[in-house]
């Protein structure tokens, strides 16, 4: 018999990883599910082309290194990374894409550094970021709602035109792009920032038909979607509640301040949460559990920092969303993070002498 | 002879300036987006580094060693300056594409580190030689990171060769593979990071091979003894 010595906690927690990444995974179906009513089967194409991607070079690297194959390619982390890069690009972007950003994800970030649990950067995010830098066109060709869009999508559409650039009947992205009116359509954050850089006030912009209320068409939808997917993986005590809390909380604090200040040209709290990749991000890409920071406090101040940054990005910078790069400036940061924010160790250090 | 021998290999594979001694990475990092530019930027290196080592290996016993640096660095400047206005003269369009990398060449430690590391203590021969062998272990890790670069990132090699060799060399154009989208991503600052990584990466694995090699050849006559003496 074995006596195994370790140090506390001692407590207990019968998931395994596998079963932590399925169930973040199956968190993410009512997201998925209505990006798929919405926004066109693309997406599900997508997820098909990147999981069988993931799991190639998963297999591939795991192999090369010497590692058990089957085993590690069940622990579901491949398939979680892929699932994540699927559902944060444009739906109907080329076949190419998704498959050179999951095996770049896979390959580059995460085996590379030494496989699970190694990573510094969030290996979907890393990926989005290089997909992003590398081809800015076909990453930012979302096509309108299907509720606004000129031609009917069919699914066989979708393959077409992930395929072979061309939708079955012919039309390719940019016709498909266009509204009944014929005015080519992007998202509403990217609308928003065109707008606002032709002197347009917020108000004006609100009024064109990609927005809805106080979000774009659709993306509010979207966004619900993959908050009640979040807040089932707090239910289940998958993830801590700190990190999506502060992401939250500090867009909408920093957004509602700025709001004051400036109304005709920083959009509302609301509108920043709900549109674009908020809940995604704050619920299923900020707390992977590699990358993210570990101590209780680490990760109320790791979520605030990419609040933060996603507002002024959104707000100040280059680009219209900005989760993967606060992510990945964030993820940089972590080591400091955690360093500075160490739980007390019992017995050790007393209260007052910390600082 | 053989320490000449030495001296290619250290300067080409053991000890080269790029892959082991990571010298002189900011021109390495910023010029190789193509193959051209790293050509010409690895033949600027070259010259400079051969000057300097001569120079230096001419006046290393009349140069009292509390001034040695600053008079390495005038040495260095005035030839870096030399290859500028000739390239300025004859190669106009890869000068003004290299742009501020060509006087910078002047702040590149592989060629301080060699003038000091081994011209400053060896004659003229050997130093000529050192810098030969380093300088083209600088070219060789330049052109390997440029042709990969610009094949990922533009699909074509050699591509603007002209600028550099003059008309003829329009026809080394080599066209890879034709993209409609190019990948951005290698052709910018952290497609050479990430391409310089690989390249040290492949390199400790040829090495590490090498050495399982070898061992495993003086490995089998050890072991003949061993089994004797342990059963």
């Not at chain 1, 080519?184 to 990609?210: I, N, Q």
């Not at chain 1, 299923?284 to 002024?312: C, E, H, M, Q």
């Not at chain 2, 005038?74 to 060509?102: K, W």
Request: proline share 5%; glycine share 8%.
């Amino acid at each position: 018999m074995s006596f195994k010595i370790a140090s506390s906690p001692h407590q207990h927690n019968q998931r395994s990883t596998a079963h932590i990444m399925r169930l973040v995974a199956l968190a993410c179906l009512p997201g998925i599910a209505v990006q798929a009513v919405l926004f066109g089967y693309g997406v599900l194409i997508q997820l098909v082309l990147a999981i069988v991607t993931a799991w190639l070079s998963e297999a591939l690297i795991l192999k090369l290194r010497g590692k058990p194959v089957l085993s590690r390619l069940k622990d579901n982390s491949a398939l979680l990374t892929a699932v994540l890069l699927a559902i944060a690009i444009p739906p109907y972007a080329p076949w190419w894409i998704i498959v050179i950003g999951t095996a770049f994800a896979i390959i580059m970030v995460k085996q590379l550094y030494g496989g699970l649990g190694n990573n510094l950067f969030n290996p979907a995010m890393a990926a989005y970021v290089l997909l992003l830098v590398s081809f800015p066109l076909q990453m930012t060709q979302w096509l309108p709602p299907l509720s606004l869009q000129s031609v009917d999508l069919t699914p066989l559409d979708a393959v077409c035109s992930i395929f072979t650039h061309y939708s079955c009947s012919g039309f390719s992205l940019p016709q498909l792009q266009a509204n009944i009116d014929g005015i080519t359509m992007a998202t509403p954050l990217d609308t928003l920032r065109t707008d606002l850089s032709r002197g347009l006030t917020l108000d004006e912009s609100l009024s064109r038909p990609v927005f809805f209320a106080f979000a774009g068409t659709g993306w509010l939808w979207l966004n619900l979607a993959y908050l009640a997917g979040g807040l089932l993986l707090i239910q289940q005590k998958i993830i801590s509640w700190r990190i999506p809390l502060a992401v939250i909380a500090s867009l909408f604090v920093l957004s509602a301040i700025a709001t004051l200040a400036a109304p005709d040209t920083i959009a509302g709290p609301l509108f920043h949460l709900f549109s674009g990749g908020t809940m995604l991000a704050a619920f299923f890409i900020a707390t992977d559990p590699v990358s993210a920071s570990t101590t209780n406090k680490g990760r109320l101040v790791y979520g605030a920092l990419i609040g933060l940054l996603v507002f002024l990005i959104r707000n100040f910078g280059g680009y219209p969303d900005a989760y993967a790069f606060a992510v990945l400036l964030a993820n940089m940061a972590v080591p400091l993070i955690d360093y500075y924010t160490r739980p007390r160790t019992y017995g050790h250090r007393p209260r007052s002498e910390l600082k | 002879m053989s320490q000449f021998k030495e001296l290619t290999l250290q300067g080409l594979w053991k000890n080269n300036p790029g892959l082991v001694q990571l010298l002189g990475l900011c021109p390495l990092l910023a010029v190789t987006a193509t193959v051209t530019n790293a050509l010409g930027l690895g033949a600027a290196t070259l010259l400079v580094l051969l000057g300097s080592n001569i120079a230096v290996s001419l006046v290393r016993n009349h140069v009292a060693s509390e001034i040695r640096i600053p008079v390495f660095v005038l040495i260095i400047a005035s030839l870096v300056t030399a290859v500028q206005l000739l390239m300025n003269a004859y190669t106009y369009d890869l000068y003004l594409s290299l742009g501020i990398f060509i006087p910078l060449i002047v702040t590149n430690c592989a060629i301080i580190g060699r003038a000091e590391a081994f011209a400053s203590k060896n004659p003229v021969l050997p130093s000529a030689i050192d810098a030969i062998m380093m300088g083209l272990g600088f070219m060789l890790v330049l052109l390997v990171l440029g042709a990969m670069r610009e094949v990922l990132g533009q699909g074509t090699l050699f591509d603007g060769a002209d600028l550099l060799l003059g008309d003829w060399a329009k026809a080394l154009r080599v066209e890879v593979f034709h993209a409609d989208s190019h990948f951005l991503l290698a052709m910018l600052p952290p497609g050479a990071f990430l391409g310089m990584g690989l390249l040290i990466a492949l390199k400790n694995v040829i090495d590490n091979k090498l050495k399982q090699r070898q061992a495993v050849e003086k490995g089998s006559i050890a072991r003949a003894r061993v089994t004797g003496a342990a059963q």
